[in-house]
């Protein structure tokens, strides 16, 4: 089992930036994947982005060009670096584990372990 805490959501303007992080503990981060994804208003979840254990990484098409995911395995910390936010950015942004043993693809079926999420508002 492994305990996923996000923060740095909050309350933007269009155009603006912002870090998330996803803090990890449990079992030994560096040995799975972490994604993040995210749930708007009135709609399902989607992935936004996953990393791999050494550091590949996969993202949805609306995310690829402003989104940047990392990790760093010494703080057992994952990062989503988000720019250029729009309105349509605006959800609970949640953080989830793949549990498999160093796994290599990211596929968002794989990831079942999950965070309690943190808002993100993005304003026009």
């Known amino acids: 089992q492994v305990q996923l805490v996000e923060s740095g959501g909050g309350l933007v303007q269009a155009g603006d930036s912002l870090t998330l992080s996803c803090v990890a503990s449990?079992?030994?981060?560096?040995?799975?994947?972490i994604g993040w994804f995210r749930q708007a208003p009135g709609k399902e979840r989607e992935f936004v982005a996953g990393?791999?254990?050494?550091?590949?990484?996969r993202y949805e098409d609306f995310a690829r060009s402003r989104f940047s995911i990392t990790r760093d395995n010494d703080k057992n910390t994952a990062y989503l670096q988000m720019s250029e936010l729009k309105p349509d950015d605006t959800g609970v942004y949640y953080c989830?584990?793949?549990?498999?043993?160093?796994?290599?693809?990211?596929?968002?079926?794989?990831?079942?372990?999950w965070g309690q999420g943190t808002q993100v508002t993005v304003s026009s």
């Open positions: 449990g079992r030994t981060f560096s040995g799975y994947a």
């Open positions: 989830a584990a793949d549990l498999r043993y160093k796994p290599v693809t990211l596929e968002p079926h794989h990831f079942t372990s």
């Open positions: 990393i791999n254990y050494i550091g590949g990484t």
